[in-house]
């Protein structure tokens, strides 16, 4: 084996941990980051709402910006990996019903990834500090978050399956909630179209909404006083013809969706519910179909809307680091220092 080249390091002082106090407060913040981040997960699945969404999502940006600074400012290799393993495994300590006496192996294999995950991109950045000249911290981010945010994933998906498949949590109301929310966040793009739509309508209304905004610019037939039939703007008609034609055709148009859905869309009833209840029916017909596929086929979905989740704020989350760590230049918690290298060579005379 060759050896490599000899290179003579020069520093005013030792690239070594100076600080144990700042190390412990580093390693429980970010412990407290991984249960709270784990702990406002499990919320959000258990009520399916906005604001716990946007806290856990909150959580996750701390807590990864809080990893991103560990491995930038931790030197020794062992208390960082001691530090991430703690990290990854901590957050098993909301779930003790499935710890004992008996044991979930998704749980505890998805905890183990995240812990493997976890200690993999934190020592990629890690070496690639030791190896290079400045502190590229871009570079950096691009190395320790995609590991770390997929281990983070595998966890989030474990106990996902866990709370919906072992301990069958998700209830009714659990489901009227996602179709509720989802609904909701839509509205304003449904709105472009249908102006007067809500999802607070019942059905019978909610069509007919749909109807009159359909019929707007549109010419309708229509009979005369003569019996001759002719063809007028809608905008035209009178108040009384415009509700008869909107009630006709808001009918047809929930007709059409119930036989559709092959799910019963009564006119008194709520539209989140008449929806939620067609969506319910569905998934049931899917999941006999599919058997034990089903399970595998909600946890892929899952996977790739939180990495989509986690790509989309990978640049603020390195933002946030960045940001992060010359406010704790700036203010003494952590120094710069500089290392001359030179490397030995030789050339003919």
């Given at each position: 084996?060759?050896?490599?080249?000899?290179?003579?390091?020069q520093a005013?002082?030792?690239?070594?941990d100076?600080?144990a106090?700042?190390?412990?407060?580093?390693?429980?913040?970010?412990?407290?980051?991984?249960?709270l981040?784990?702990?406002?997960f499990?919320n959000f699945?258990?009520?399916?709402?906005?604001?716990f969404?946007?806290?856990?999502?909150a959580a996750?940006?701390?807590f990864?910006?809080?990893?991103?600074?560990?491995?930038?400012?931790?030197k020794?290799r062992?208390?960082l990996?001691?530090?991430?393993?703690?990290?990854?495994i901590?957050?098993?300590a909301?779930?003790?019903d499935?710890?004992y006496?008996?044991l979930?192996?998704p749980l505890v294999?998805?905890?183990?990834?995240f812990v493997?995950?976890?200690?993999?991109?934190?020592?990629?950045g890690w070496?690639?500090?030791?190896?290079?000249?400045?502190?590229?911290?871009?570079?950096?981010?691009?190395?320790?978050?995609p590991?770390?945010?997929?281990g983070?994933?595998?966890?989030l998906?474990?106990?996902?399956y866990?709370?919906?498949f072992?301990?069958n949590k998700?209830?009714n109301?659990?489901?009227e909630?996602?179709?509720?929310?989802?609904?909701?966040a839509?509205?304003?793009?449904?709105k472009?179209?249908f102006p007067?739509?809500?999802?607070?309508q019942?059905v019978?209304?909610?069509f007919?909404?749909?109807?009159?905004?359909?019929l707007?610019?549109?010419r309708?037939?229509?009979?005369r006083?003569?019996?001759a039939?002719?063809?007028?703007e809608?905008k035209?008609?009178t108040?009384?013809?415009k509700?008869?034609?909107?009630?006709?055709?808001?009918?047809?148009?929930?007709?059409?969706?119930?036989?559709?859905?092959n799910?019963p869309?009564?006119?008194?009833?709520s539209i989140?519910?008449?929806?939620?209840?067609?969506?319910?029916?569905?998934i049931?017909?899917s999941?006999e179909?599919?058997?034990s596929?089903f399970?595998?086929?909600?946890?892929?979905?899952?996977f790739f809307?939180?990495?989509?989740?986690?790509?989309?704020?990978?640049?603020?989350?390195?933002?946030?680091?960045?940001f992060v760590?010359?406010?704790l230049?700036?203010?003494?918690?952590a120094?710069i220092?500089?290392?001359s290298r030179?490397?030995?060579?030789?050339?003919l005379?």
């Open positions: 084996m060759t050896p490599g080249p000899t290179v003579t390091a005013t002082e030792a690239e070594v100076r600080s106090l700042k190390i412990i407060l580093l390693a429980l913040f970010g412990a407290g980051c991984s249960v981040s784990a702990k406002l499990l699945l258990l009520e399916i709402r906005t604001d969404f946007f806290l856990w999502i996750a940006i701390v990864l910006v809080v990893i991103l600074l560990q491995t930038i400012l931790i020794s062992m208390r990996m001691g530090i991430m393993f703690v990290q990854g901590i957050p098993l909301l779930f003790p499935q710890l006496p008996s979930s192996m294999i998805g905890a183990g990834l493997i995950f976890l200690i993999f991109g934190s020592h990629k070496k690639f500090l030791q190896e290079s000249l400045t502190i590229r911290f871009s570079f950096m981010a691009k190395l320790v978050l590991k770390v945010v997929m983070m994933i595998f966890f998906l474990s106990v996902l866990v709370q919906y072992e301990l998700f209830t109301t659990l489901g909630s996602i179709v509720s929310e989802a609904l909701i839509s509205e304003p793009v449904v472009l179209w007067t739509v809500n999802f607070n019942n019978k209304s909610f007919e909404s749909v109807a009159e905004a359909q707007r610019n549109i309708v037939e229509t009979t006083n003569d019996g039939r002719v063809s007028v809608f035209t008609l108040d009384d013809m509700k008869t034609i909107v009630a006709d055709v808001g009918e047809k148009v929930r007709a059409m969706f119930e036989e559709k859905a799910s869309f009564s006119p008194n009833a989140k519910s008449a929806i939620f209840l067609a969506a319910k029916k569905y049931q017909g999941s179909s599919m058997g596929m399970p595998v086929i909600v946890i892929v979905v899952a809307t939180f990495k989509g989740i986690f790509s989309l704020i990978h640049w603020l989350i390195s933002l946030l680091a960045f760590y010359k406010f230049v700036a203010i003494g918690f120094y220092n500089l290392e030179s490397r030995e060579f030789v050339l005379s």
